[in-house]
């Protein structure tokens, strides 16, 4: 067993407001909490990990080169590896979420990117 506590994992702000915390860094499963600020919309990108995302708080749209879906608390969204993709918040407020890549992903993603 191995315990990640929030209040001293891993952080950074890949943008001013994103906030990205890693609760699971390994490589076989790698979980991320992130809160994006109002309106805000991640680059579009694509990694080599599957990922499923959950929405914890707020409304996000997850887009791909096909088509859009609009997530609310509690739901969630696969994404196929390498599929090109990008995730909006939709609100006025700050949205949370949980990024969980499989196999793991390196917590520098982000900052390796921008």
């Not at 991640?42 to 990990?49: G, K, L, R, T, Y």
């Not at 739901?75 to 939709?90: A, K, Q, R």
Request: glycine share 2%.
């Amino acid at each position: 067993m191995k315990p990640i506590f929030f209040k001293s994992a891993q952080s950074y702000e890949p943008q001013k407001d994103w906030k990205r915390t890693s609760l699971c860094n390994q490589d076989s499963i790698s979980i991320e909490h992130f809160v994006k600020p109002p309106h805000h919309a991640s680059p579009e990108h694509f990694h080599v990990n599957a990922q499923i995302l959950v929405v914890l708080k707020g409304k996000m749209s997850v887009r791909n080169q096909d088509s859009e879906v609009v997530l609310s608390e509690n739901d969630c969204v696969y994404i196929e590896p390498n599929e090109i993709h990008t995730v909006v918040n939709l609100l006025d407020e700050p949205s949370i979420g949980l990024d969980i890549f499989v196999p793991g992903r390196d917590f520098s993603f982000w900052i390796n990117k921008l």
